[in-house]
């Protein structure tokens, strides 16, 4: 067998070996992975594993963002449509933090159009859990709110009556 043979058989191995890990040991595979790529050692990169889990992550951030905006849209109808006494003040609280969560994610301008692409969808999911919730019919179908409305940290709808 020529060296060069050899040595494609032994970087064969190694990369068999690395995808092996990735199902054994994942903290150990991520750690290898990313010792690999400081080194540049592209050859023995599981590249199979590593582009599924580049995709996961990009998954991920979209899956917190609907998170997120389910949540702040759910908490925006509450606060303006359930009147329940000593709640407005815990619906205020869980606004912010969605929206403090929320503007973290669309620094990227990408999740930021993702985030618009999404929002009736996810406006109608928030509609069915807050009718669920609270019981209430009165909740419009339709979004209420600007997605500027929705991201002000400091815009609370009028409360109706």
């Keep these: 067998m020529s060296t060069l043979q050899n040595q494609k058989e032994i970087i064969n191995n190694e990369t068999m070996a690395t995808a092996n890990l990735y199902e054994e040991d994942y903290l150990l595979w991520l750690e290898t992975t990313a010792n690999f790529l400081k080194e540049k050692n592209f050859a023995q990169l599981d590249l199979i594993n590593l582009i599924e889990e580049i995709e996961a992550l990009g998954r991920e951030e979209r899956r917190k963002l609907e998170i997120y905006l389910r949540q702040l849209l759910k908490h925006l109808l509450f606060y303006q449509y359930w009147i329940v006494p000593d709640c407005k003040h815990h619906w205020a609280t869980e606004i912010a933090n969605f929206r403090l969560e929320l503007k973290k ?37 339709k979004c209420p709110y600007t997605i500027e409305q929705i991201l002000d940290i400091d815009y609370y709808p009028e409360i109706e009556s």
């Design 105 to 141: 994610l669309i620094k990227s301008k990408t999740l930021y159009n993702y985030l618009i692409q999404v929002m009736d969808e996810v406006y109608s999911e928030a509609l069915i859990l807050a009718k669920k919730k609270s019981e209430l019919k009165s909740f419009p179908e």
